[in-house]
């Protein structure tokens, strides 16, 4: 009886910070690149590539200019192992938690905090054919994030952010001694799906 009462309590209080927060999604660009040190001089991977992301957010309000936003996003990445001439595409779920500062009397923000990134899918073709290469990638990657937003009254928003890792993003056992650090750039657009007034 008293965990039925704890879980209703949770829910509830989840449900009343929803309340006061606002819900957005969005949908965007990325700009990728593999940024590797430590590497033979035959290893090495193409310059920034474009891809798309998607995701959504919820700002909660901290205090009269301060916000907190978790997101949960959708990356997809790509880069080309130059050597081998093979195309990589792999994709990450990642869980930002940003603190926000909104300039006051406007829409704009600048906002930074941790990335928490779980690997998704890595793919490359081999004849034609899509061949699994996660067991090359680290499973989870851990990145800092720096941007800057900017909410129309409309509701819409614009959403310009980089992204550093912190934590190599290949295993060790693909190329000794290297060390591998996914750097991109992402541009978004969305909307606020209950904009406060």
């Not at 606002?22 to 590539?49: C, D, I, M, R, W």
Request: glycine fraction near 6%; hydrophobic fraction near 40%.
């Amino acid at each position: 009886m008293r965990s039925v009462f704890l879980f209703v309590l949770s829910v509830c209080a989840c449900l009343s910070v929803l309340a006061q927060a606002e819900v957005g999604v969005k949908a965007g660009f990325t700009l990728n690149n593999l940024h590797t040190s430590g590497a033979p001089a035959t290893t090495s991977f193409s310059n920034y590539n474009a891809r798309f992301s998607a995701g959504v957010s919820v700002e909660m309000k901290a205090s009269e200019n301060f916000y907190v936003q978790p997101e949960l996003n959708y990356l997809s990445l790509r880069t080309k192992e130059t050597v081998g001439n093979q195309e990589w595409k792999y994709s990450y779920i990642t869980l930002p938690v940003l603190l926000k500062y909104r300039f006051s009397n406007s829409g704009c923000n600048v906002f930074a905090g941790p990335q928490l990134g779980f690997l998704s899918s890595a793919k490359t073709k081999v004849n034609n054919t899509d061949k699994d290469i996660r067991d090359l990638f680290n499973n989870t990657d851990v990145s800092g994030v720096i941007g800057v937003d900017y909410k129309f009254k409309n509701g819409f928003f614009v959403d310009v952010r980089y992204q550093s890792s912190f934590i190599d993003l290949l295993k060790q056992e693909y190329v000794s001694k290297l060390e591998t650090r996914t750097r991109l750039f992402n541009a978004s657009v969305g909307f606020i799906l209950n904009q406060r007034k």
